[in-house]
């Protein structure tokens, strides 16, 4: 409670307080949420620009935290990235999408566009652990999942300046058939001849660039650089993902701009696997 008068400039701000109870309650709460599976997975679909077709879709993570009900990712993720719990809620994503990934096959067979593929995103901690390759391995094998349903998305921030450590492991899940993608794309200090030697196969670009695209006339510079970006990765045989599509008019644009995928609230908000059941069954039945 806020006092009268001249000791005001001694109270600590009460918000500030409990934000900071809550970052310490969190971090502490993080490994027995994991065991008490209090963590699930929302699924967000990728749309093909060209035809409407759900492509595949992107994981990602909740805490239903018993207190303090849903939790989005920007909550926790960095605290797991610090306290190293990342590491193995990163792999129970992974499998658990993976999983996902496998029942949407077996709903859809493998039509002619491949199976749906599930995007999971991987922070930079999981990109340091050793035992990445090999889990994700397991975690192909134990599901029977083919290597190219699988997508992961890497940050560039993560990838700048990374060394053959880093880059060796992605090389590798390259070479088995996994997809990598560069997230976030467009909000760094991207060097564009360092694509080259990164094994990526799509551009995620950031959500800015879709943002931009709100306004009509689009800022003619923003087109300009989007209409770069996409020449050069199709250049270099890279797919170019957009996010943050919220308006028709932002998809039109975007696929003018020769854009292939897209994800949004415009097509569908993140939510329960069965939501893209729907989407999917859907675009068969046209
Ligand atoms: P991200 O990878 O860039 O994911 C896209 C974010 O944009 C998601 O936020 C998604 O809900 C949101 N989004 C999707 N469509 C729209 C739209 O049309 N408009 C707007 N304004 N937003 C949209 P979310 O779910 O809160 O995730 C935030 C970030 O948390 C993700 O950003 C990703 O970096 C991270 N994250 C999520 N799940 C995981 C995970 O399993 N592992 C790791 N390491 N990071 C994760
Ligand atoms: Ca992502
Ligand atoms: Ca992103
Ligand atoms: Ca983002």
Redesign the pocket.
Known sequence: AKSAGGNRFELADPEADARAITRHGLTTALPAALDRGEFF??Y?PLVRLGDGSVRGA?????WLHPQHGVL???RF?PLA?HTGL?VP??RW?MEQSVRQAGKWRDLYGDGAEGSLRIN????PC?LQHPGLVQDTVDILERTGVAPDALCL?V?ESALIGADDDVLKPLHRLAEMGVDIAL??FGTGYSNLANLRRLPVSVLKLD?SFTRSMQQFPADPVDLKIVEGIVALAHSLDLAVTV????TGAQAEQLRILGCDTA????YA??GPPDRLHHLALADATG
């Open positions: 997975i929302e967000q992107e994981a990602l993570v909740r989005g990712p920007d993720i990235e990342i809620l990163g994503v999971v995103n991987l922070s999981q998305e940050t997230d976030d959500r996010e943050g599509v919220e994800q949004g609230w415009y908000r993140p």
